[in-house]
């Protein structure tokens, strides 16, 4: 039997924030709109921690955090790995860096870049941290249901990689 879910994994140098953020964001919608539809997350230089406003922005949203981890996007890279159908860039470092090669279902993902501002780096202490996470988890988790508002699974690969571009305009 073929594998129908749509698997999406979200990238970030560190897999520690907007990464997280996205995942969270994207199963959230998923879930709630019955989409068939796995967002994961990982990073190509791990930190190997989770930023604690990134979870307390999710759990605030009321989002279960439980399970999350920073992992290395390597673990994508194997044969045994989901079946990747698309590959979101959400930091412009990670952007520029030259992706492994992922295993798609039918060849490789289509991949695109929906850049935020770090939002570890905001000012204001705690509370101005807060803000940038909340603010960055609304932001992402808009562009993941306008995606989830395309028939993923009927589109070609031209026809979604421009539909995707065309989110990250919004």
Same mark, same amino acid.
């Given at each position: 039997?073929?594998?129908?879910?749509?698997?999406?994994?979200?990238?970030?140098?560190?897999?520690?924030?907007?990464?997280?953020?996205?995942?969270?964001?994207?199963?959230?919608?998923? =879930?709630?709109?019955?989409?068939?539809?796995?967002?994961? +997350? &990982?990073?190509?230089?791990?930190? !190997?921690?989770?930023?604690? %406003?990134?979870?307390?922005?999710?759990?605030?949203?009321?989002?279960?955090?439980?399970?999350?981890?920073?992992?290395?996007?390597?673990?994508?890279?194997?044969?045994?790995?989901?079946?990747?159908?698309?590959?979101?860039?959400?930091?412009?470092?990670?952007?520029?860096?030259?992706?492994?090669?992922?295993?798609?279902?039918?060849?490789?993902?289509? =991949?695109?870049?929906?850049?935020?501002?770090?939002?570890? +780096? &905001?000012?204001?202490?705690?509370? !101005?941290?807060?803000?940038? %996470?909340?603010?960055?988890?609304?932001?992402?988790?808009?562009?993941?249901?306008?995606?989830?508002?395309?028939?993923?699974?009927s589109m070609s690969r031209a026809e979604l990689q421009q539909a995707l571009v065309g989110i990250s305009k919004d």
């Amino acid at each position: 039997m073929l594998e129908k879910t749509v698997h999406v994994l979200i990238l970030c140098t560190h897999n520690s924030a907007r990464s997280v953020l996205g995942e969270g964001m994207l199963n959230h919608w998923a =879930k709630r709109l019955g989409k068939d539809v796995q967002a994961h +997350s &990982a990073g190509s230089a791990p930190s !190997g921690r989770i930023n604690p %406003f990134a979870v307390e922005a999710l759990q605030n949203a009321g989002i279960d955090t439980s399970g999350y981890r920073s992992k290395s996007w390597d673990e994508f890279t194997t044969p045994e790995a989901a079946p990747l159908s698309i590959v979101i860039t959400v930091c412009d470092s990670a952007a520029a860096e030259q992706c492994p090669v992922f295993f798609g279902g039918t060849g490789q993902p289509v =991949k695109v870049h929906w850049g935020y501002p770090d939002p570890s +780096s &905001a000012e204001g202490g705690d509370e !101005g941290k807060r803000r940038a %996470f909340e603010l960055t988890r609304q932001a992402i988790g808009y562009r993941m249901l306008q995606m989830l508002m395309l028939p993923l699974e009927s589109m070609s690969r031209a026809e979604l990689q421009q539909a995707l571009v065309g989110i990250s305009k919004d």
